[in-house]
Nanobody, 123 residues
Framework: VQLQASGGGLVQAGDSLRLSCAAS????????MGWFRQVSGKEREFVAA????????YYADSVKGRFSISRDNAKNTVYLEMNSLNPDDTAVYYC?????????????????WGQGTQVTVSS
């Protein structure tokens, strides 16, 4: 199983980014998907999650109204649209797959993880 995250970069406050996570060798449509982020020296933090059919979606309070998670089961890809970015959003962003098929906010319930993509927001 491989989860390949991409789309990170260096942006200014107020800008937008769209992260993608392409899954391979995974029955993608059967898995709930999530995005987490981590700053060096801190614990991994939940960002957003979507159930396998996209009927259930959760966001962290810190990103609600600014970020949007979506998935395309035909392309085995989950997305994170990030708008109105601010320096507090700076982190390595990880996508993950959980076998429960639900939108899960707890990191240790995810089975597979991508390698992470760096997002840096300058003020």
């Amino acid at each position: 199983v491989q989860l390949q995250a991409s789309g990170g970069g260096l942006v200014q406050a107020g800008d937008s980014l769209r992260l993608s996570c392409a899954a391979s060798r995974l029955r993608f449509s059967a898995y709930g998907m999530g995005w987490f982020r981590q700053v060096s020296g801190k614990e991994r933090e939940f960002v957003a999650a979507v159930s396998r059919s996209a009927g259930q979606i959760y966001y962290a309070d810190s990103v609600k109204g600014r970020f949007s998670i979506s998935r395309d089961n035909a392309k085995n890809t989950v997305y994170l649209e990030m708008n109105s970015l601010n320096p507090d959003d700076t982190a390595v962003y990880y996508c993950a797959a959980n076998p429960t098929a639900y939108a899960i906010t707890t990191a240790n319930l995810y089975r597979y993880w991508g390698q992470g993509t760096q997002v840096t927001v300058s003020s």
